[in-house]
């Protein structure tokens, strides 16, 4: 079965940075878009940014600017750079990942089990 391990969730403070990591894992014939989601309390999920597997990015309008997603295919591995962090950004943030695994007959959606960001002013 696909798993998505997420890591590098952390209290920081305002104007702080925090990078995010997730790997994918499992009989993964093909990895397309990746990304990020969050959650802030009392409000819906939101997308955060994603990439596809040849490097184009789309950003949320208030992680422009702040904010970067990578990845690294070898690795099935998808990054969340964030800088100048601010409090509204507390959230819990998710990995995204639409695959096609062993066993589908296309392509779905899979989600990690998130990772705690609280920002402290």
């Known amino acids: 079965q696909v798993q998505l391990v997420e890591s590098g969730g952390d209290l920081v403070q305002t104007g702080g940075s925090l990078r995010l990591s997730c790997s994918a894992s499992g009989n993964i014939l093909r990895l397309n878009i990746m990304g990020w989601y969050r959650q802030a309390p009392g409000k819906q999920r939101e997308l955060v940014a994603d990439?596809?597997?040849?490097?184009?990015?789309n950003y949320a309008d208030s992680a422009k600017g702040r904010f970067t997603i990578s990845r690294d295919n070898a690795k099935k591995t998808v990054y969340l750079q964030m800088d100048n962090l601010k409090s509204e950004d507390t959230a819990v943030y998710y990995c995204?990942?639409?695959?096609?695994?062993?066993?589908?007959?296309?392509?779905?959606?899979?989600w990690g089990q998130g990772t705690q960001v609280p920002v402290s002013s």
């Open positions: 995204n990942a639409k695959l096609l695994a062993l066993g589908d007959f296309w392509p779905r959606e899979y």
């Open positions: 990439i596809t597997s040849d490097g184009r990015t």
